[in-house]
């Protein structure tokens, strides 16, 4: 079992940033792939960026290149989601999710077996 806690979440003005935390206890971290999710109101969960078990590889959504900056402390347990330059668009419910699978980047929400609670990015425009 993994517990995932997201925090850093908040209200910010467009072109503003945020960076947000995940930290997971109970399995070895590193033995996960880490992605970050957002679900807006109306609208489906979808990717927003992804990172190996080793932090080596990463991807992100087309909107978020540029912009956003996964990155991940396996000392820590912990994964990070930088994200600048805020637009109003991606005000949504971020969630952290883990992936058993470690050597390389997942996309799909169905191969993450553990979620975090949410949490949520308003950005006004």
């Known amino acids: 079992q993994v517990l995932l806690v997201e925090s850093g979440g908040g209200l910010v003005q467009a072109g503003g940033s945020l960076r947000l935390s995940c930290v997971a206890s109970?399995?070895?971290?590193?033995?996960?792939?880490m992605g970050w999710f957002r679900q807006a109101p109306g609208k489906e969960r979808e990717f927003v960026a992804g990172?190996?078990?080793?932090?080596?590889?990463?991807t992100y959504i087309d909107s978020g290149k540029g912009r956003f900056t996964i990155s991940r402390d396996n000392a820590k347990s912990t994964v990070y989601l930088e994200m600048n330059s805020l637009k109003f668009e991606d005000t949504a419910v971020y969630y952290c999710?883990?992936?058993?699978?470690?050597?390389?980047?997942?996309?799909?929400?169905?191969?993450?077996?553990?979620w975090g609670q949410g949490t949520q990015v308003t950005v006004s425009s």
């Open positions: 999710a883990a992936s058993p699978l470690p050597t390389r980047v997942v996309i799909s929400a169905l191969q993450y077996e553990y």
């Open positions: 109970g399995r070895t971290f590193g033995g996960y792939a």
């Open positions: 990172i190996s078990g080793s932090g080596v590889s990463t």
